[in-house]
């Protein structure tokens, strides 16, 4: 593992904290970090971590405390409190 790959999942790490402390300013800017570090080193984020941030508004996301998560037909929909919808196929 090199070290933006550590750094990534270190800063996935400390998002996940912030925003379970009520912080989600702080988380944000981890998961902005996060983005623009895989996208300089031509990285692809790990799948939790691209499934549990919001595209729209980068914050991180927690089922039942600022996002919403519904099954329905062969996918999961992951709602954001910004309004944003995510739908992932299930695994």
Do not use: K, W
Request: with cysteine; net charge positive; aromatic share 6%.
């Amino acid at each position: 593992m090199g070290i933006a790959e550590e750094r990534i999942e270190r800063l996935a790490t400390l998002a996940r904290s912030a925003v379970s402390d009520g912080e989600e300013d702080r988380a944000r800017e981890y998961v902005r970090l996060a983005r623009r570090i895989a996208e300089r080193n031509r990285l692809s984020l790990p799948r939790a971590f691209r499934r549990f941030t919001c595209d729209a508004c980068d914050v991180y996301l927690r089922p039942g405390q600022n996002a919403r998560v519904r099954l329905q037909d062969g996918h999961v929909v992951v709602r954001c409190d910004c309004g944003a919808t995510a739908r992932y196929p299930y695994d």
